[in-house]
């Protein structure tokens, strides 16, 4: 049983403000992931995390940011959210980068 | 770039048949691969790992890998509507430090 959790579930946020997700595991895993994902649509990695401190930008650009300061937690922050960030953000952990990864619940982000 | 190719499907089976899904990536140094399993709007759920050449069952599930053919499948005996769903196949890359790379998926139907 994965142990990750995201918050919020849903939500929906006017333009222009400032939000952050939630990301934490209690499986004591190094590698954290910040996925987006459209309805019907692929995967895309937009940051992850070799453990604290440390943070890198994946395969697709994103507008968002992240933090690591401690390692059960991997907060991604949208500074002025726009229409365009509305998707479905999935958290993700592994043991290793090349193990498997465990999925949170997914937030999903409706910007009007 | 490092691939994984997946066919969209649908790939549509009757109940209490086999389904076969397919994947194909190209790092041949890939050592380690994954299927999850993602129903409509919920996040993906890890369902096989397997590490080696040959066929590994759990259940219903079978995975099978040929890394001379690049080469990683999964089969589902004995399909329920409940297996409905969009299956992703996952490869971890030979490069060190680099996050796992998911195929676009391959949407099971399974009518009864």
């Known amino acids: 049983e994965a142990d990750i959790y995201q918050t919020p579930r849903y939500l929906v946020i006017g333009t222009g403000k400032k939000i952050t997700l939630e990301c934490s595991q209690t499986m004591g895993h190094d590698k954290m992931y910040w996925y987006q994902q459209d309805p019907g649509m692929e995967l895309h990695l937009i940051h992850y995390s070799y453990g604290v401190n440390s943070t890198e930008k994946g395969d697709l650009s994103s507008e968002s940011t992240v933090s690591r300061i401690r390692t059960e937690h991997f907060p991604l922050t949208l500074e002025s959210a726009r229409p365009s960030h509305t998707s479905q953000y999935l958290c993700?952990?592994?043991?290793?980068?090349?193990?498997?990864?465990?999925f949170g619940q997914g937030t999903r982000l409706t910007v009007v | 770039q490092k691939e994984v190719e997946q066919n969209s499907g649908p790939l549509s089976v009757p109940e209490g048949a086999i389904a076969s899904l397919n994947c194909t990536y190209s790092?041949?140094?890939?050592?380690?691969f994954f299927w999850y399993r993602q129903y409509s709007g919920k996040s993906p759920e890890l369902i096989m790992s397997?590490?080696?050449?040959g066929d590994k069952e759990d259940g219903r599930f079978t995975a099978q890998l040929n890394k001379a053919s690049q080469y990683v499948s999964l089969l589902i005996r004995d399909s329920q509507p409940s297996d409905s769903a969009t299956y992703l196949c996952a490869v971890s890359p030979n490069q060190a430090g680099t996050a796992l790379i998911f195929g676009k998926g391959t949407t099971l139907s399974v009518s009864s």
């Open positions: 790092d041949r140094g890939s050592q380690s």
């Open positions: 993700a952990s592994s043991f290793h980068m090349n193990t498997e990864a465990f």
């Open positions: 397997i590490y080696s050449n």
